[in-house]
Nanobody
Framework: VQLQASGGGLVQAGGSVRLACAAS????????MAWFRQTPGKDREFVAT???????RYADSVKDRFTISRDNAKNTVFLQMNSLKPEDTAVYYC?????????????????????WGQGTELTVSS
């Protein structure tokens, strides 16, 4: 599956942005979908994941501010980000992978994901 992320940009602290990840080549309805982010010099960091049964999980740093959702009819996953902080500045990547485990902890790592988008950059100014 090919993933195309979009929606990043420059936003002031406290603002909101919605990222989109459009998939092509395969339907994502049965896939584990996730968002990760990365800043220079750091490892890619888990942000949120959504499963085919609608369960979701978030990193503690974004819980209650970010919402991940999917529209299977549009083959697209979204990340609504509210109350943005300067520390949310990063390149955001969407990812897709097969469900081979029932452990959410497993899907907090980048390894289970077979497909990655190209990344969309978000800058939050203070």
């Amino acid at each position: 599956v090919q993933l195309q992320a979009s929606g990043g940009g420059l936003v002031q602290a406290g603002g909101s942005v919605r990222l989109a990840c459009a998939a092509s080549g395969r339907f994502i309805a049965s896939s584990i979908m996730a968002w990760f982010r990365q800043t220079p010099g750091k490892d890619r960091e888990f942000v949120a994941t959504t499963w085919s049964d609608a369960r979701v999980r978030y990193a503690d740093s974004v819980k209650d501010r970010f919402t991940i959702s999917r529209d299977n009819a549009k083959n697209t996953v979204f990340l609504q980000m509210n109350s943005l902080k300067p520390e949310d500045t990063a390149v955001y990547y969407c990812a897709a992978g097969p469900r081979t485990s029932d452990s959410f902890s497993y899907y907090r790592e980048s390894g289970p994901y077979h497909s990655w988008g190209q990344g969309t950059e978000l800058t939050v100014s203070s």
